[in-house]
């Protein structure tokens, strides 16, 4: 896919005119007087700096890409595979001229070669997506080098909503609008999550001989469903806001007195798709860390049921031996205080007084003992509450050892968990009065959540991986 045409040549030739140009303004910049009084005769100097080396960036840049597209280069040897790869016959349709914005200066135009499916002319003269498979290779989608789909994709991630990310945008140069930014954030999830998917990513972390702490839990976010009926004046559909339950993993490590690992970054990830779809999840992670070389495993989360019944069957799966299951205290704690709420006649200190004496047997490893309690308050009740509390403990009793985690230097709660689930879900996706798109949802999960695990450099790689370029 060798691209030898004069056009393309003579504009390879002017687009190093233009650098010429523009290495020439950059020696008049240095050489020119600037005297500064003030605070704004620096800002000026300074903006005026910032914009001609901008310019020079991306007048470098385009040179470059350009040089790489005409030359006999291994670009092109890919490029003719990955439309050989297609399942149907791609078409040469010639030289096309592709508008390109970088992360720093002017947007640039390069010529490159586009390729659409060969078919039979269609009486219906639907128009037939193509594709610059040179351009796809390097990691060029809707217009934005890699840099700038990283930056926007961490914008949108990071900021409160996607206007902020416009208004950022436009203040450093770039002009783009909602619709554009949320594509290009939607896209680069969506490669990302295709790499993972394809078990593209080598992992350098290991967790051998280390004390690894697994968790999972639910959030709270509105999702827009549609409804059933007329649609509105303007032709739009209803829509309700119901609420859903994204799931939540976090898989970190933790020293011997029990304290988080700094050293090592946790893994965080979320879905909409449900319990078994996270604990995939949970078992890619954990099988690409090598968590059957770890000294300890720790599974601790709260009473869900959905959480427990899997448990084991994931652990069997992946061959690990040995494993603890522990509930987190303090949402035992928590079901203790809903206990005494449901007794009638109990006095404050009453109730204090017997959620104090059990949170301390508990602390103490006399499980047995808090459940004979429990049997006690309870006999005799009917109620549904009652007895779904008392269910709680004795259906987890064996995950009630407290003491003895706590004596081995593992955590007893998942407050890591929780804070997980607050800072992916809850400062990004459960704003007041906002509902997503299922789908939407899905991505922005795993954009927050690599984001606040401080893996973000992960995510890029995975967006810009290997096959997973030839589906964005």
């Not at 994204?246 to 946790?266: H, M, N, Q, T, W």
């Amino acid at each position: 896919m060798l691209i030898d045409n004069s056009k393309v040549q003579s504009h390879l030739h002017n687009l190093k005119s233009q650098l010429e140009k523009g290495l020439k303004e950059i020696e008049q910049l240095i050489e020119k007087e600037s005297p500064m009084q003030n605070p704004e005769d620096l800002e000026k100097v300074e903006n005026e700096i910032i914009n001609k080396t901008d310019k020079l960036a991306s007048l470098i840049l385009s040179c470059k890409i350009q040089e790489s597209l005409c030359s006999d280069h291994e670009l092109n040897q890919e490029s003719s595979d990955f439309i050989n790869s297609f399942p149907k016959k791609m078409k040469n349709q010639g030289i096309r001229d592709v508008e390109i914005c970088p992360l720093r200066g002017c947007p640039f135009t390069v010529k490159t070669q586009y390729f659409t499916q060969k078919a039979k002319k269609d009486k219906r003269k639907k128009k037939r997506t193509g594709c610059y498979p040179s351009l796809t290779l390097l990691g060029i989608f809707d217009g934005c080098t890699p840099s700038l789909s990283s930056d926007i994709a961490l914008m949108a991630t990071a900021l409160g909503s996607l206007d902020e990310v416009k208004t950022v945008l436009y203040e450093r140069g770039r002009d783009l609008d909602i619709k554009t930014i949320r594509n290009i954030t939607k896209r680069y999830s969506k490669r990302s999550r295709l790499a993972q998917l394809s078990q593209s990513e080598e992992f350098t972390e290991s967790v051998a001989g280390c004390r690894v702490v697994v968790s999972t839990d639910g959030g709270r976010i509105r999702i827009r469903e549609k409804k059933r009926g007329p649609k509105t004046k303007k032709g739009r559909n209803h829509y309700k806001g119901s609420w859903r339950e994204p799931k939540v993993l976090i898989i970190y490590v933790v020293k011997e007195d029990g304290r988080i690992d700094r050293s090592f970054a946790p893994f965080i990830d979320g879905t909409m798709k449900g319990p078994d779809a996270i604990f995939s999840m949970i078992q890619y992670y954990l099988e690409k860390i090598g968590v059957c070389e770890a000294d300890k495993i720790l599974f601790v989360a709260d009473g869900a049921r959905w959480i427990w019944n899997r448990v084991a069957k994931l652990m069997i799966s992946m061959g690990v031996n040995k494993w603890y299951e522990l509930l987190d205290f303090y949402h035992a704690v928590e079901h203790l205080v809903k206990i005494t709420e449901l007794q009638k006649g109990w006095k404050k200190g009453e109730k204090n007084k017997w959620v104090k004496k059990n949170r301390n047997l508990l602390l103490k490893g006399k499980s047995e003992e808090v459940i004979n309690e429990i049997r006690r308050v309870c006999k005799g009740k009917r109620g549904k509450k009652i007895k779904r509390e008392r269910e709680y403990f004795i259906r987890n009793q064996k995950r009630l050892c407290f003491e003895e985690r706590k004596n081995e230097g593992m955590p007893i709660g998942s407050g890591a968990m929780e804070s997980a689930i607050r800072r992916v879900v809850n400062l990004r996706l459960k704003s007041a009065s906002t509902y997503w798109l299922r789908e939407t949802a899905e991505e922005m999960l795993m954009l927050r959540s690599y984001f606040k695990s401080g893996r973000w450099g992960m995510l890029k790689r995975l967006a810009f991986s290997g096959k997973t370029l030839m589906e964005g």
